[in-house]
């Protein structure tokens, strides 16, 4: 089992920046790969992000191009997105999650084993 912990969310004004991360425990963390998503009320769940641990290759969603930055810290076996120029659309609950098999297609949400709780980022105009 793995167990997903987010943290970093909270309430920025647009333009404004945060930055979330997720701790990582349990089974082997080093081999997975790790994706965030987004759900807004009454939406389903989005792809924003996602990193493999075998190349560091990463991957986004057209939406936070240019503004989202996935990475990892190996040592501490926590994932960071941090995101810049934040626009009121980018309010959602935040989910980190692991594949532990490293899929193809890292945007898939049902790719992913485990999801931490969620942590709430809401932007104001």
């Known amino acids: 089992q793995v167990h997903l912990v987010e943290s970093g969310g909270g309430l920025v004004q647009a333009g404004g920046s945060l930055r979330l991360s997720c701790a990582a425990s349990g089974r082997t963390f080093s081999s997975y790969g790790m994706g965030w998503f987004h759900q807004a009320p009454g939406k389903e769940r989005e792809f924003v992000a996602a990193?493999?641990?075998?190349?560091?290759?990463?991957y986004y969603a057209d939406s936070v191009k240019g503004r989202f930055t996935i990475s990892r810290d190996d040592a501490k076996t926590t994932v960071y997105l941090l995101m810049n120029s934040l626009n009121a659309e980018d309010t959602a609950i935040y989910y980190c999650?692991?594949?532990?098999?490293?899929?193809?297609?890292?945007?898939?949400?049902?790719?992913?084993?485990?999801w931490g709780q969620g942590t709430q980022v809401t932007v104001s105009s």
């Open positions: 999650a692991a594949d532990p098999f490293e899929r193809p297609s890292p945007w898939r949400p049902l790719l992913y084993s485990y």
């Open positions: 990193i493999r641990w075998t190349n560091s290759n990463t």
